[in-house]
């Protein structure tokens, strides 16, 4: 038992500048995460295809909300399902060595403030690599979030899983285990960087990656600086959500997005 409470108990490492983060437990191995990112990747790649398949469009290209809703559930399922079993059940770990760990209410303060700051500076990077490579600005994941225009269920779905669903699951593996495994060899800012350029990478499309990018480091510095992973999805959170509820509110309104 004195082990456990060790392992779950807050600890505290120096950053860079000198300052302290509370709760950052580095526990995993480079097992652990070779494990987790293949079922993750294998499993998504797998449903998504029969998702596809099972769900007829008229061009490969295509999407309906129905798709996008079930492939956001399926992507939580992945990432939750992959790090807790893959990750900790396997090895009799706690949640709160994916930094799933309670908070203090100033930093939940500060949480919400960041993500309120997040929303305009992420949106603004993707429009400036928009301006950037010549292309026309717009929002290029209106294709995902409301593929077939303004719908309750689509404002409702996405809301819950894009906008409360990805954030817990994606946090979980990208700052809960990714960064946290990078970061205990190569350093917080090393750490922060490279698994920032990952979570922009998966967004895909170049406006929306470096945008990502961009959210990526400042989660990845909540979590460092909170020592949390619950700030990093509160963060997250209200990034997400708020803009796909302005989203689906333009389109109520008959607004361009």
């Known amino acids: 038992m004195a082990g456990v409470n060790r392992l779950i108990e807050p600890e505290k490492h120096i950053l860079d500048d000198g300052t302290h983060a509370a ?6 191995r480079t097992l652990d995460v070779v494990l987790i990112s293949l079922v993750i990747i294998l499993a998504f790649l797998t449903a998504a295809l029969g998702l596809r398949s099972l769900i007829q469009v008229d061009e490969p290209s295509e999407n309906t909300i129905l798709l996008s809703a079930l492939l956001a559930v399926l992507e939580g399922i992945v990432l939750v399902g992959s790090v807790y079993f893959v990750g900790l059940r396997r090895r009799g770990l706690p949640w709160q060595v994916a930094g799933l760990q309670r908070p203090s209410p100033n930093w ?7 993500g309120i700051i997040a929303i305009p500076l ?7 690599i928009q301006l950037a490579i010549g292309v026309p600005v717009e929002n290029t994941q209106l294709p ?24 817990f699951a994606e946090e979980l593996y990208f700052r ?18 490279v698994t920032s350029v990952i979570f922009g990478a998966v967004h895909g499309e170049v406006s929306v990656a470096g945008a990502a990018f961009v959210l990526g480091l400042i989660l990845a510095w909540a979590y460092e600086r909170s020592g949390s992973l619950w700030i990093a999805i509160l963060v997250h959170a209200i990034n997400n959500g708020v803009k796909i509820l302005a989203l689906y509110l333009f389109l109520a309104l008959g607004l361009a997005v």
């Open 23 to 28: 709760g950052i437990i580095p526990q995993w």
């Open 176 to 193: 809960g285990v990714l960064y946290q495994w990078m970061r205990q060899r190569w350093g917080v800012w090393p750490g922060i960087l």
């Open 122 to 128: 992420s949106a603004m990077i993707a429009i400036l």
């Open 108 to 114: 939940v303060f500060v949480g919400i403030v960041v």
């Open 144 to 167: 995902f979030l409301a593929p077939e225009g303004f719908t309750w269920f689509g404002a409702v779905s996405m809301f819950v899983l894009a906008g409360l669903v990805a954030p």
